[in-house]
C-alpha cells in the first residue's frame, strides 16, 4: 500500500479564493482524521470520520471550513473563503479502527499559504 | 479530558541515551499511552504503545509507572537522525471512539 496520500503537497493561494485539498486514506481503514499544524498552536484535530461518516467536527475553527468523506477511499477539506490565518501544513491520517489503542497513519501533509 | 505535560525541548548528543517524562495526571482507565516522532516536513509517525509497565520495541521503550500518571520514553543510543519532535498523547472517547490530542511535542536536538 502507499500509504495515506494527499493532494497537492504545496498550495499557494490569495484570500478570499476557494481551496480544496485532498485525501485517500489506507484502504481498508475505517477512521479518517483531518489535522492542522501551525507553530503556534501545534497540531490539532480538526474532524475525524468512522466509515464515511463525520464523528466529531469541534475542531474545525469556523463555518469557512468543511469536510466531506464521499466514500472509502477519498475525502477533503475545503475552505471558503480563505484567509492569510489558515496557513498551515494539512496532514489526513487513517487508522484500522477506533480506540486510542489504534495506530494512526499520517499523511505528508499539504502545506498552504494564503497570501 | 486526558491531558499531557513534555518537556518543550531536550539536547543530546550522538550516542548517549535520551529520556523524555510525560506527565499525565488524569489519566482514564482505558487510556493507551501512544508516542508519535515527526521530522520536519513530514507526518508523524507512530514509535511506541503501551498501557502500563514496560513496553519495548527495535525504536524505543516506553516506561510506565504503576499509578500511571507519567511516563518515559526512552531512546537508547540516539543518533542525528532521531533529531524530530517527539509527542506523547493519551486516548479520549468512549464507545470504540477516539481522538488524540497532540500538543507541542518535544523537540530532541541530537548534536554530533
Known amino acids: 500500500d502507499a500509504g495515506v496520500i494527499q493532494s497537492p503537497r504545496h498550495e499557494v493561494t490569495e484570500m478570499g479564493q476557494e481551496v480544496t485539498l485532498r485525501c485517500k486514506p489506507i484502504s481498508g481503514h475505517d477512521y479518517l482524521f483531518w489535522y492542522r499544524q501551525t507553530m503556534m498552536r501545534g497540531l490539532e484535530l480538526l474532524i475525524y470520520f468512522n466509515n464515511n461518516v463525520p464523528i466529531d467536527d469541534s475542531g474545525m475553527p469556523e463555518d469557512r471550513f468543511s469536510a466531506k468523506m464521499p466514500n472509502a477511499s477519498f475525502s477533503t477539506l475545503k475552505i471558503q473563503p480563505s484567509e492569510p490565518r489558515d496557513s498551515a501544513v494539512y496532514f489526513c491520517?487513517?487508522?484500522?479502527?477506533?480506540?486510542?489503542?489504534?495506530?494512526?497513519?499520517f499523511g505528508p501533509g499539504t502545506r498552504l499559504t494564503v497570501l | 479530558l486526558a491531558k499531557t505535560t513534555q518537556p518543550i525541548s531536550m539536547d543530546s548528543y550522538e550516542g548517549q541515551e535520551v529520556n523524555i517524562t510525560c506527565s499525565h495526571n488524569?489519566?482514564?482507565?482505558?487510556?493507551?499511552i501512544t508516542w508519535y516522532q515527526q521530522f520536519p516536513s513530514q507526518g508523524p509517525r507512530f514509535i511506541i504503545q503501551?498501557?502500563?509497565t514496560k513496553v519495548t520495541n527495535e525504536v524505543a521503550s516506553l516506561f510506565i509507572p504503576a499509578d500511571r500518571k507519567s511516563s518515559t520514553l526512552s531512546l537508547p543510543r540516539v543518533s542525528l537522525s532521531d533529531t524530530a519532535v517527539y509527542y506523547c498523547l493519551v486516548g479520549e472517547g468512549n464507545s470504540g471512539y477516539s481522538t488524540l490530542t497532540f500538543g507541542k511535542g518535544t523537540m530532541l536536538l541530537v548534536s554530533p
Open positions: 488524569n489519566i482514564a482507565t482505558n487510556d493507551y
Open positions: 503501551g498501557y502500563k
Open positions: 491520517a487513517s487508522s484500522l479502527s477506533g480506540g486510542n489503542d489504534n495506530e494512526q497513519f
